[in-house]
């Protein structure tokens, strides 16, 4: 809701946006390896550019940081040139993409979904110089859909040598059902990461049963407070697992560049929202029983092939 949904003209969501963008830039000098000279941030969609805004003003502190360490270090031996290029550090920002303000894809029926990705952005060619790493912030990364349709091929053909794909949430690992309508486990691309991984380890078959069987016993025998069965699909995989596997999904056939996936912590998501704890599309750890039945039943209506919602 504060994420993405919301107003970002409110104060207190407009601060925790900016802080979301700062929180996840850590994960990003490591991704580019600390080259801030070869590196240009930018944002996709439009909703992102509050947590770009934080992004960016995180870099230009890194940057900050780094000019008055060598400027002490150089002392009065410290040149004119030097110290003016020193003082002239910025990170690099640019426009790279422009979306269609008519046209949204989040909110659009599946059938037409794929189709219409490919019409809602243009790229801003000269952008990105070669060798240049490029750091696409996005507020959150559901399905991924347009990700692989249709910006990851566009952002390609900039030429860049990596692209890094920010999300300012966390995974999206779980249903929701209190009023934001995503319901189907199948369409998360944490999701489709986390099958991929225990298919490679030949595990698949085993999990997907065993938690199947877990979710009819708890419908069942009606528990009062059912466990969320769902976790036990994400338990043998590290958050950076799943990223990587993620950015493998996302990166179709013919994208020359690298690509890197990167997801806020849950806990600097706490950081930046300390008023609204509600993580359970992260988590998993719903505030009602409810909420774990609904969880349960998605589970079972994937494994089912019932493609409908869990409530």
Request: some cysteine; overall charge neutral; hydrophobic content about 35%.
């Amino acid at each position: 809701e504060r994420i993405y949904f919301s107003r970002g003209s409110d104060a207190e969501i407009y601060d925790e946006r900016k802080k979301l963008g700062a929180l996840v830039f850590p994960q990003i000098l490591q991704a580019i390896n600390y080259d801030l000279k070869n590196t240009v941030f930018s944002y996709i969609p439009n909703t992102a550019e509050v947590s770009f805004f934080g992004m960016v003003h995180k870099a230009q502190d890194y940057l900050n940081n780094y000019a008055e360490e060598k400027i002490l270090e150089l002392g009065s031996d410290i040149s004119k040139e030097k110290l003016r290029t020193l003082l002239s550090l910025r990170p690099r920002i640019e426009k790279v993409a422009i979306k269609d303000a008519k046209l949204r894809t989040f909110i659009t029926d599946d059938s037409s979904r794929d189709e219409l990705v490919k019409h809602v952005y243009d790229i801003t060619y000269g952008s990105l110089k070669e060798k240049d790493s490029l750091v696409i912030i996005d507020d959150s990364i559901v399905r991924g859909t347009t990700l692989q349709k249709s910006i990851l091929k566009m952002l390609d053909r900039l030429g860049p040598k990596k692209i890094v794909v920010v999300s300012s949430a966390p995974q999206i690992r779980y249903p929701d059902c209190y009023g934001i309508d995503m319901a189907r486990l199948e369409e998360f691309i944490a999701f489709k990461a986390a099958m991929a991984l225990h298919r490679e380890q030949e595990t698949y078959n085993d999990v997907i049963n065993n938690i199947y069987q877990k979710c009819v016993a708890s419908f069942d025998s009606q528990e009062e407070t059912p466990p969320n069965h769902v976790k036990e699909i994400y338990a043998p995989f590290t958050d950076d697992v799943i990223s990587k596997k993620i950015g493998q999904i996302l990166k179709s056939e013919g994208i020359i560049a690298e690509v890197e996936v990167l997801f806020q912590k849950i806990e600097d998501l706490h950081k930046a929202c300390p008023k609204n704890l509600g993580d359970w599309y992260f988590s998993g750890d719903y505030p009602t029983p409810g909420g774990h039945r609904v969880v349960n039943r998605a589970f079972m209506n994937f494994y089912e092939g019932k493609s409908v919602r869990a409530y």
